[in-house]
């Protein structure tokens, strides 16, 4: 088996860790962009509230509805610091997930490129030691003729 077959096997198995990687990446941002998301929603759903609370208070509440209110809200800003959390780690995941990535396509990358100068070399010397053939076969066939 000639060195570059196989060196094109390292390369064969290189790409196949390299696109695992980049379905890695994809899968960690997609996670990434549904949590994110899901904070969006409660955001939202919290401004709503607010919201629907400066109105009643306006408008005139007993005091245990607006406890109520209250402590509603003060359990949704928990959910939305957890859910902060979560996006952020989500965040560090994709970050995780493209430097692995990146090193898996860069030496993948770094290969292909030693495969490719590796079939270069192998081309020249099949090159050369044609060449030589062919010269030794006109030298021998000279010294036939000399003979005569």
């Known amino acids: 088996m000639t060195r570059s077959k196989r060196l ?4 064969d198995v290189a ?6 990687a980049g379905q890695e990446l994809h899968h960690s941002r997609e996670q990434q962009a549904a949590q994110q998301r899901q904070l969006e929603q409660l955001l939202q759903f ?3 509230y607010k919201a629907r609370l400066d109105s009643l208070s306006e ?4 005091a245990r509805q607006l406890q109520n209110f209250r402590i509603f809200l003060q359990q949704l800003g928990h959910a939305v610091d957890q859910q902060q959390h ?40 099949l090159e ?4 030589r053939e062919a ?7 000279s010294l036939t003729d000399w003979s005569y």
Not at 59 to 62: C, I, L, P, R, S
Request: net charge negative.
């Open 8 to 11: 094109k096997t390292v390369v």
């Open 15 to 20: 790409e196949v860790e390299s696109s695992k």
């Open 46 to 48: 919290q401004q709503e």
């Open 59 to 62: 408008g005139g509440v007993d």
């Open 86 to 125: 979560t996006v952020d780690d989500a965040g560090e995941q994709v970050n995780q997930q493209q430097q692995a990535w990146l090193a898996r396509y860069y030496r993948k990358s770094t290969l292909e490129d030693a495969l490719n100068e590796t079939i270069r070399q192998e081309r020249q010397e």
């Open 128 to 131: 050369r030691r044609e060449q």
């Open 135 to 141: 010269d030794e076969r006109i030298n021998s066939q």
